[in-house]
């Protein structure tokens, strides 16, 4: 059955198939796949009706894979892969300084530091189109989600390649009218189990808000919530006089801040511009990034 599946249809065919496994729905498969439901559900039924089986059925919590649909799997991913990789190759051999680049970034550097950069880059190469990401979770780089990203990471995947403009310093930041001396009430990412190893120097911590983004912590700092072990650059860059750095000096993290691309894209010439560029601007910020403008 899986060779005459593979010859009786092409690729896109099994798009719909592998994007309806992934997200169990076929409204949540066409909104990835930028089609309408009736799409999807006609797709999935041609194939099924071609080769007279069930490759999908409805349960409670979605539809799920038949044993005819789990056969198919591995081959429509593999067909998956050679796609993207296909794809790749053919953009890392494109010289044209136009087209779109996929983005990825936090939105914390993206909304401070890079926004404007960024809008000068598209005025100095019109024709190149930026395809911005920065919502949270990590894009993937070797499925073409994006096609550079600049990440917060101690170390990157090995599939990309990549320049590391500097590992961040973190300090202590609170409100100027909060007060420490007797007990110290912290804000604290939602990873973190108890009290951070980080805050035994303080006196007397106590967790009072738990936080998943940078940009809600430094809003918190701000309205006095607590203190709160922050990258330099967040605050620093907001020039807010409230807002002070405890003089505690705490070691350089083994986190970086890293420039990245798919290998298959290293001589794509408007990604090769792009990053170039990007490199340049994050360049000029590393004493932000080192704490030296707190």
Same mark, same amino acid.
């Given at each position: ?18 994007? $309806? ?18 799409? $999807? ?7 099924? @009706? #071609? ?20 056969? $198919?799997?591995? *081959?429509?991913?593999? *067909? ?23 983005? @990825? *970034? ?15 880059? @598209? ?26 990203? $600049?990440?917060? @990471? ?13 590992? *961040? ?103 090769? #511009? ?6 340049? #601007? ?13």
């Amino acid at each position: 059955m899986h060779n005459e599946f593979a010859n009786m249809h092409s690729w896109d065919d099994f798009r719909y198939f592998l994007q $309806v496994v992934e997200t169990g729905s076929f409204s949540q498969a066409a909104t990835k796949l930028g089609v309408n439901h009736s799409t $999807v559900s006609r797709r999935i039924q041609a194939l099924e @009706t #071609v080769h007279g089986v069930k490759l999908l059925e409805r349960t409670q919590t979605g539809y799920q894979m038949t044993d005819a649909g789990a056969s $198919v799997l591995e *081959m429509a991913e593999k *067909m998956q892969q050679a796609n993207l990789a296909a794809s790749r190759i053919l953009l890392g051999q494109d010289a044209r300084l136009a087209g779109e680049i996929n983005l @990825t *970034m936090p939105h914390e550097l993206f909304d401070h530091i890079l926004a404007k950069p960024l809008r000068e880059f @598209t005025d100095k190469y019109p024709d190149i189109r930026l395809n911005l990401h920065v919502s949270k979770g990590l894009r993937n780089l070797a499925n073409r989600e994006a096609d550079l990203a $600049v990440r917060f @990471t101690e170390s990157p995947p090995d599939y990309l390649i990549g320049t590391r403009i500097t590992t *961040m310093q973190h300090g202590f930041y609170k409100h100027k009218d909060l007060a420490i001396e007797h007990s110290t009430p912290l804000i604290v990412w939602q990873r973190d189990k108890g009290i951070p190893h980080w805050a035994s120097q303080l006196k007397s911590p106590q967790v009072v808000m738990q936080v998943d983004d940078l940009q809600a912590m430094y809003s918190a700092v701000a309205a006095g919530f607590g203190l709160a072990r922050m990258p330099c650059f967040m605050p620093d860059i907001m020039h807010n006089q409230d807002i002070e750095r405890l003089p505690a000096r705490l070691p350089r993290s083994n986190w970086g801040i890293w420039l990245l691309n798919h290998v298959d894209l290293r001589h794509t010439a408007r990604i090769q #511009v792009c990053r170039q560029y990007l490199q340049q #601007v994050l360049n000029r910020h590393i004493p932000l990034f080192a704490g030296e403008r707190s």
